[in-house]
């Protein structure tokens, strides 16, 4: 049994569905992925699952965990579920205590600017815990994924070496589930427009994340050495037919 239905837990419940396990998935939302993803790809995700066999329930809040003699039981509501492992995939909360002793300025990570320089200059945080101004966005982000730890790191190493680099690029992430590949790149909002080249049908498709005519997101599935493209299309005001027609070359948008 998983509890969440973000990245972790939906990999967690791919692999162990692919390995032949029952799998019961539970999810405070209403859909798995939608603070990411939106109402339209959070449902193609929930639909990807259900039809794989995993029993994934939404609007589910778990009131606690305990052991019973079959091994684990899992409280949601009135309902006790039997469990023989119980996966916990809710999230992180940045550890930040001791950085706010140091008198650091800390809110939702380290804040740090877009060299990474934390309110002491002195000091720099990078990788999950900072909550970095992004140049390129104008806003403050805190990422939680390796790709960003990396390029952070190496900002970092720059800041040191008075460089000048800033963090202005997009976010950027993957994952695999079952037979879907998928890379992901920009800052969407669940709100925004989603529109799609291709077909959700077909399990090959590219998606936009638009806000007021912009592209903040992009996403490719199954669809392979693109993303660099993708990339370059994040921010941009592109006409709708022009991103949903697979006869124009995302090279020539």
């Known amino acids: 049994m998983i509890v969440g ?41 929930l639909h990807l699952h259900l039809g794989n ?22 409280r949601v509501g009135d309902e006790v579920l039997d469990a023989d492992t119980v996966v916990l995939a809710v999230g992180v909360s940045p550890n930040t205590e001791l ?9 939702n990570g380290v804040v740090v600017d877009e060299h990474l320089r934390t309110s002491d200059p002195r000091i720099l945080a990078a990788g999950d815990v900072a909550a970095a101004h992004n140049s ?3 806003r403050r982000l805190r990422v939680e994924h390796w790709d960003n730890a990396i390029r952070q790191g190496r900002l970092a190493a720059s800041t040191i070496l008075g460089a000048g680099a800033e963090y202005d690029w997009h976010p950027y992430f993957f994952t695999d589930q079952y037979e879907l590949g998928m890379e ?18 077909s399990g090959e498709f590219l998606a936009f994340w638009l806000d007021d005519g912009r592209v903040t997101a992009a996403m ?7 993303n660099d493209d993708l990339r370059r299309l ?11 027609n697979p006869s124009i070359a995302l090279s020539d948008l």
Do not use: K
């Open 5 to 45: 239905a973000g990245w972790i837990g939906l990999e967690v419940a791919a692999a162990a569905s692919g390995a032949g396990r029952s799998v019961t998935v539970l999810e405070y939302a209403q859909l798995p992925l939608h603070r990411v993803l939106g109402e339209r790809l959070g449902r193609y995700f």
């Open 53 to 74: 066999g995993v029993d994934l329930r939404t609007g589910a809040s778990v009131g606690g965990i305990e052991t019973s003699a079959s091994g684990l039981a899992v």
């Open 99 to 107: 950085a706010a002793e140091a008198g650091l300025a800390v809110d």
């Open 136 to 138: 390129g966005l104008g």
């Open 184 to 201: 992901y790149v920009g800052h969407g909002h669940p709100a925004d427009e989603v529109v799609i080249r291709g077909s959700l049908l």
């Open 220 to 226: 490719n599935v199954n669809i392979w050495d693109v």
């Open 234 to 244: 994040v921010g941009r005001q592109i006409p709708v037919d022009q991103l949903t």
